[in-house]
Every structure is written in C-alpha cells, then in structure tokens.
C-alpha cells in the first residue's frame, strides 16, 4: 500500500478476531512510530504495550466506569497500547499525540485494526488507575494521553464519512 492510500483507507476498528496480535510485528509497529514528530524532537512520550489479561479487564472496567456505561471500551480488544505525554513538556499532549496517530497507520500497514479509545487521564486519576500505574514502575512525571485498541479486524472493512466541505480554507 502507497502511504497516499494507507492515509485515506485507515479507518477505527471496533471488531476484533480472538487471536493475539503477532508479538514481532506489534513490536516493529511500536517501533516505527516512535519516528513521528515530537516537539523540539525531544521523544518525549512513552507508550505501554498492555497485553496482560487482568490488566486490560482493569482499564476496561476503569474506562467504562468514567463513561458511566456498562459497555467495553476497547471492544474486546487483547492488546491495548496507552500513550503517555511528559507533563513538563509544553507539548505534552501533542506529542503523545502524534505517536498515536503514526501507531495507527503502522499497525493498519501490517493489517492490524485499532481504534483510539479516549478517557485515559481520567482513568489513571482514579485510584485503581493510580494503583495499576504504580504496579507497572513507570517513570515519574507522565500523564496519560490516550490509548488504542489493538488487534486483528472482524468483519468488513469499515466505511468512511464523507469529509465536510469546508474543512481546507486557502487564503
Ligand atoms: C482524540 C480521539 C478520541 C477518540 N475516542 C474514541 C473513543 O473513546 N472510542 C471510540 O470508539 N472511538 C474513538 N475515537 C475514534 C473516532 O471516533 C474515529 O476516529 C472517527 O469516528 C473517524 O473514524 P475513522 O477513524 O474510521 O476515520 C477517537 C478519536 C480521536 C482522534
């Protein structure tokens, strides 16, 4: 796939196959998106690969909880990357960002689905979020920016909404 088409064919998934996502290519997909933008090219952000079980029932749960609704948020998903931005950096938010968007072409490139699952700073301000955090030793001075549902299409290919016409202004 041309990057042209990856760009305009990437779509959210939110159906997923039983199988573990490929250990190696998940790994070469994290990689590669550790090359997007980073504010004064500081590759300030950090992201946690979760594929434990009881951790991602944690998040699930936790997710859920801030949506007030009795649903799963990641769709059933095995692996669940979180992107975490460094508080102290001015882009904090943007950085994280950008890795996440990168992470999700990568993965699509390889035929992995994902979809960008919002509340993650709520989450981790919970105190079960707190205590999952310090359970994993991350280094001090993250926030959680967002997160991804990861893991192999079911299903067709999901469509896309037409783009609104006023999105480009040329001056
Ligand atoms: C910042 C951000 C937060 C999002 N949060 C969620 C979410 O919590 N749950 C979800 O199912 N999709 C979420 N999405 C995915 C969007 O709903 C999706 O990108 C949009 O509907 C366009 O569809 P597409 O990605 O297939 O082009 C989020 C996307 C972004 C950029």
Same mark, same amino acid.
């Given at each position: 796939m041309d990057a042209k088409e990856l760009l305009l064919t990437r779509r959210s998934v939110r159906s997923f196959t039983d199988k573990r996502v490929d250990r190696d290519v998940l790994k070469e997909a994290l990689r590669v998106s550790t090359y997007a933008p980073t504010g004064m090219?500081?590759?300030?952000?950090?992201?946690? +690969? !979760?594929? *434990?079980?009881?951790?991602?029932?944690?998040?699930?749960? =936790?997710?859920?909880?801030?949506? &007030?609704?009795?649903?799963?948020?990641?769709?059933?998903?095995?692996?669940?990357?979180?992107?975490?931005?460094?508080?102290?950096?001015?882009? +904090? !938010?943007? *950085?994280?960002?950008?890795?996440?968007?990168?992470?999700? =072409?990568?993965?699509?490139?390889? &035929?992995?689905?994902?979809?960008?699952?919002?509340?993650?700073?709520?989450?981790?301000?919970?105190?079960?979020?707190?205590?999952l955090i310090e359970s994993w030793d991350l280094p001090e001075g993250y926030v959680a920016v967002g997160s991804l549902a990861v893991g192999y299409p079911d299903g067709e290919h999901p469509t896309v909404a037409e783009r609104k016409k006023d999105y480009i202004i040329y001056k």
């Open positions: 090219g500081r590759q300030s952000p950090l992201l946690v +690969c !979760v594929s *434990d079980d009881e951790a991602i029932e944690t998040l699930k749960k =936790l997710n859920a909880s801030i949506l &007030g609704m009795d649903i799963d948020p990641y769709y059933g998903a095995k692996t669940i990357i979180l992107a975490f931005g460094k508080a102290e950096r001015v882009t +904090c !938010v943007e *950085d994280a960002t950008s890795l996440l968007v990168y992470l999700g =072409l990568a993965l699509y490139g390889e &035929g992995i689905g994902s979809c960008w699952v919002h509340r993650m700073k709520q989450v981790f301000e919970l105190p079960e979020g707190k205590k």
